[in-house]
């Protein structure tokens, strides 16, 4: 049999804000940063976590 070394699919996590009033949000490296760049840009957004 084949090894599998590092055959296993190397994902990130970020952390995405969006709008539903169409203003544009972004990706974030950590919880926190996308917490303080939605305050900053009036709040009301939806932090959720992403892997890519």
Do not use: F, H, L
């Amino acid at each position: 049999m084949p090894c599998n070394c590092g055959g296993k699919a190397r994902t990130a996590t970020v952390w995405v804000v969006s709008y539903d009033d169409g203003r544009k949000g972004g990706e974030y490296a950590s919880k926190a940063d996308a917490e303080i760049a939605d305050v900053r840009k009036g709040g009301g957004g939806t932090i959720r976590r992403v892997q890519k």
